[in-house]
């Protein structure tokens, strides 16, 4: 059976606020030297991505090329030379549901520091990754959330971030002992768009239910607004 491409042992991206240099970038990078796996495209809000894997002389010599093409449209770059899989995984999509003692969470204004941040928390304590969540939707942020004991928790969070120190937008926080109704809203959709829609079907579902017409047949008036006070 023929082997697929792997991101792994190295992985390299660069992030770009130019859709043209960045597309530029990624031929280059892909010219330059033999990758397993090239991925490209944009994100929020009209920045570019080019990721890279494989081996890591042919990911680092790919990178360099980027950057001399991508130039001073550059915003951010990672690379990792032995990048964890579960950060792969996350790349890919993978999500876990929070279940730990504690979430930890890192948040950064660009994509390549908060992948760079998961690597260096997941490396450096006995964490899971629940989430990473990257640029669409966030403005061209990026967060991730780690899950465990408290402890660990704590560590991943002081590692990852320390190892982006410095980067544009960095927070973190760490909770313990999660709401199981804050839980709930993590493994569903994050945006809050999506959540307040799905509460608003679901009451009005139950309000057609009880009175067995059309939703708020049966309901009161509203009374009059009521103007809140500025303190």
Do not use: C, W
């Not at 964890?84 to 003692?101: I, K, N």
């Not at 989430?131 to 990026?142: C, H, Q, T």
């Not at 980067?167 to 909770?175: F, H, K, Q």
């Amino acid at each position: 059976m023929e082997s697929r491409p792997t991101i792994q042992p190295a992985l390299a991206l660069l992030e770009l606020d130019s859709i043209a240099a960045g597309i530029a970038a990624g031929d280059a990078m892909a010219k330059r030297a033999s990758i397993e796996v090239l991925r490209a495209g944009t994100v929020h809000p009209g920045k570019y991505l080019v990721l890279v894997g494989g081996s890591v002389g042919d990911v680092e010599e790919a990178l360099e090329a980027g950057r001399e093409v991508g130039a001073s449209a550059v915003l951010d770059v990672v690379f990792l030379p032995n990048v964890h899989p579960e950060l792969v995984a996350a790349l890919g999509g993978a999500r876990r549901e929070a279940g730990g003692e504690a979430l930890g969470v890192i948040e950064t204004a660009t994509v390549a520091a908060i992948v760079e941040a998961a690597d260096a928390g997941l490396k450096g304590a006995r964490v899971r990754l629940v989430e990473l969540r990257l640029a669409d939707d966030l403005g061209g942020k990026g967060y991730l959330l780690f899950d465990g004991p408290v402890s660990e928790v704590e560590a991943a969070v002081e590692i990852g971030a320390a190892r982006v120190a410095g980067a544009p937008g960095l927070a973190m926080r760490v909770i313990s002992k999660l709401h199981p109704e804050m839980a709930e809203n993590l493994v569903a959709d994050a945006r809050f768009r999506e959540r307040v829609r799905g509460a608003v079907s679901a009451n009005a579902a139950v309000r057609q239910g009880g009175t067995g017409g059309p939703a708020g047949a049966s309901a009161q008036k509203p009374g009059p607004a009521v103007r809140r006070r500025r303190r």
